[in-house]
């Protein structure tokens, strides 16, 4: 068996809250409106009906997705794993040469959220960070090119 990939708490508990309204809101809303539109009669012709079944679908798509999801990781607390050099779960301040900075949060494959600053441990950037403590030069290599960074500030949890 593959080894699990990590996910920290936060991450697990975004994906439970999903599955929960999905299963508990979202699901049984969708059933009783395809229920509504089946009981209108011809449902060849009806796009309630036809809408409503693809949206199940999806709904059961993304259930089967988020179960496989959770079987597959292991919940890490980034607290847990604090050293002095990045690892998973460690939230990075960086510095490029123009003096624009940037907060970044290591995390696993699943809660990966660019807008929040949570980049994967195997992104270009973050396979870049790991190991490296602060103060240290980061070079990372990205398809429009190299940059070069300078670790200013580590912190986990």
Not at 16 to 41: F, K, N, S, T, Y
Not at 53 to 58: G, H, M, N, T
Request: with cysteine.
């Amino acid at each position: 068996m593959a080894e699990k990939r990590p996910i920290t708490p936060e991450g697990y508990e975004r994906i439970q809250d999903e599955m929960r309204r999905l299963w508990h809101e979202d699901r049984p809303r969708i059933v009783q409106e395809v229920a509504d539109a089946a009981a209108q009669g011809d449902r060849s012709e009806n796009a309630e009906y036809i809408y409503g079944k693809k949206k199940l679908r999806e709904i059961d798509r993304r259930m089967r997705y988020l179960t496989k999801v959770t079987k597959q990781v292991k919940v890490v607390d980034p607290k847990d794993n604090a050293a002095d050099f990045v690892q998973f779960g460690a939230t990075v301040d960086l510095e490029d040469e123009d003096g624009k900075t940037r907060c970044y949060t290591i995390v696993g494959e699943d809660e990966v959220d660019a807008k929040r600053g949570r980049i994967s441990m195997k992104s270009p950037m973050g396979k870049a960070l790991l190991g490296h403590r602060v103060g240290d030069d980061v070079v990372v290599v990205r398809p429009a090119g190299e940059i070069e960074l300078v670790l200013t500030g580590l912190k986990y949890g």
